[in-house]
């Protein structure tokens, strides 16, 4: 039977009814403040709850690799990996304001990291905790994150990092990713309690499962249905205070972070440590996804794992009522940062090589302009809506 649209609209969710409101233009600015911040919390939490799904599937992919390991089910594993960092990436732009991640995040997604301290690299063929038997007799999860930068700050043992060195290894091939023979997973050879295989196995298993249950733990954070986590507060708290945390994690993430940390250091250096994902070649796709994170949280819309976009009021529509000047030029900047995101020719650890001129490094330098320049709109807007900021 067929519903008349007054019939459909008293079961829509309240909170939707407000947005349409909203953009219709029938509200005063703090009711848009509020709905932009309840739509926001959506995607969050839609976002998180992607990441989690896509790291079951990873963990599943390696749960079949380690079944029967072969070149062709690694092959799967390493996709999977890949997949994996799609959703996380679009919810960078949540962090650096004291967030549900941050609690977490050195154990989810810490970088650079040096490899030998988990596993054999050329020349140290018994580096690591893998092959500390004597030291670390027993792998647990307890004691992988006991270890993440215990010594310091590249001492990472658990994450999205430590998985992709488990599953690629180090990468010696200028011309591609790592290569680490599916072998070194092969059960037949762990014959003997401290065979480096079955620790091998054990240790990628365990940060599979870490990985799950931290991101279930922010996914949580953000869950609509409960009146006790992080986004009860993030809702209810005044508007200024959730819009300061939205604008500056979008600015920090533009500015200090791609900008500076992740394309500048690397730039400046040359060095294949300094990019985010060494080892797999992936790191042009976390720019890439880094970049539509930010453009996501500005428009107010975000396309899940499943293809569904969710969509509605962003701060785009705020600063509309506010500046529609400089909502444009966001606009544009935004979708400037994706653009020359995805001009950066890959693998990233060859882009930023060569002169100054070579068509890889302006790439680059194109992108440190592009994010650096929407990282300072991005405080135009908070300097507009009345709230106080720092990158």
Known sequence: MSMNRWQFLLLLPSSVLAVRSVLAGGTDLPAIQRA????HARLVHAAYEDSRVAAELLQRAVADFLSAPSAGRLATARQAWIAARVPYLQTEVCRFYDGPIEQVEAHVNAWPMDEAYIDYIVGEPRAGVIHAVKEFPQLTKELLLSLNEKEGEKNISVGFHAIEFLLWGQDTNPRGPGNRPWQDYDSAKATAAESSVARRREYLRLTCELLVGHLRQVEQAWAPERTDNFRAQFVTQTPVQSLTLILKGAGTLAGPELSGERLTVA?????????HSCFSDNTHHDFIYDALGLENVWLGRYRRTSGEVISGPGLRDLLQRV???????????SAAGVAAARAIPAPFDQAILGPDTAPGRQAVKHAIATFRAQSDLF??????????LRF
């Open 36 to 39: 932009v911040i309840a739509h």
């Open 267 to 275: 730039y400046e250096t040359k060095e294949q440590e300094d990019e």
């Open 323 to 333: 500046d529609a000047s400089l909502a444009e030029k966001l606009t544009a900047q």
């Open 379 to 388: 405080a135009k807007a908070g300097a507009a809506l009345g709230l106080k």
